[in-house]
């Protein structure tokens, strides 16, 4: 099953119990391949994590068992988070070098790439990651037997309409507090509540599909700019508290400089495509999504 709802065809707690069901079993599965690169695993597991979270979100307001599910989903990615970490800043660094290649040479940071990747190996090196890997595992198995009883409180959009009203609001305030003030914190509270909509948007993308693949694809795109910008920040980050593990100081600076720059471009795109997609006030959207909840459903599954 693919991560989305079918309104027409089932209830939103049948919807959910399924959608959960898929991820989990996949990233059980995924672990067992192998075929598939440890390293690639945890990325996908991890990915796993925040569908469901993203999913459980949507039902909050009508699921009592959101608190403690949300937290069991992103504690379990949370102690594969190194694994990510450490490969996604050498990613970050040639994704930068990359898209600056017309105005820099590439041969002048060399001394900072492998200074990084020096320190992600090592990273990956003093963690267990057969053992984590496992123990996540077992996790998911946990949840796959919780989720038989997961019930919800009320029935079609009502189910649904809180959690998506409070997170698309979320990254509304978000993108407020980021062009208010420009801080990597703020850019990443913005960052997550983007991601969480397009989750969103991605699970209820049948209620009106040739309206809604526009949307999502807008929010994806705002999720990748942003994501790309806390990439970044981290990568700086890293570089300022262990600078002198990373080359002479002017190939440093330069470097951090390139970082400011493209920082600025993302900030640019983010706010210009942001303030289309989150246009609408909080009530507005979640008013026309019902309609379309309404007009994709049978009667007796439209309350």
Sequence with gaps: MTYRFEPATASVEANLRKVAASQIDKAISEIDDPQVDPHKTVHQVRKRCKKLRGLVRLVRDTFD?????????????????????????????????????????????VTVRASLLRRSAEILRQNGLEKRLSQFQEEMRKARDRLEHWTLEERGFKAIAGGLGKTYARARKAMRNAKKEPTAENFHEWRKGAKYHWYHARLLQDIQPDVMKAHITAADELSEL??????????????????????????????????????????????????????????????????????????????
């Excluded at 992103?74 to 105005?103: M, P």
Aim: glycine share 4%; charged share 25%; aromatic share 8%.
């Design 65 to 109: 068992g959101y608190r403690a599910e949300n937290e069991s989903f992103r504690d379990a990615a949370a102690q594969l988070s190194y694994v990510r970490d450490a490969e996604v800043i050498i990613q970050t660094f040639d994704k930068l070098i990359a898209s600056g290649a017309n105005q820099i040479d590439p041969e002048s940071f």
């Design 226 to 303: 942003l994501g790309d910008h806390h990439d970044l920040a981290v990568l700086h980050d890293t570089l300022s508290a262990e600078a002198t593990a990373f080359g002479d100081h002017a190939e440093l600076t330069s470097f951090t400089e390139l970082i400011s720059s493209r920082h600025s471009e993302l900030e640019r795109q983010a706010f210009a495509l942001g303030s289309n997609l989150l246009a609408e006030k909080r009530s507005t959207l979640v008013k026309r999504w019902r309609e379309y909840w309404l007009s994709a459903m049978p009667v007796d599954k439209a309350a």
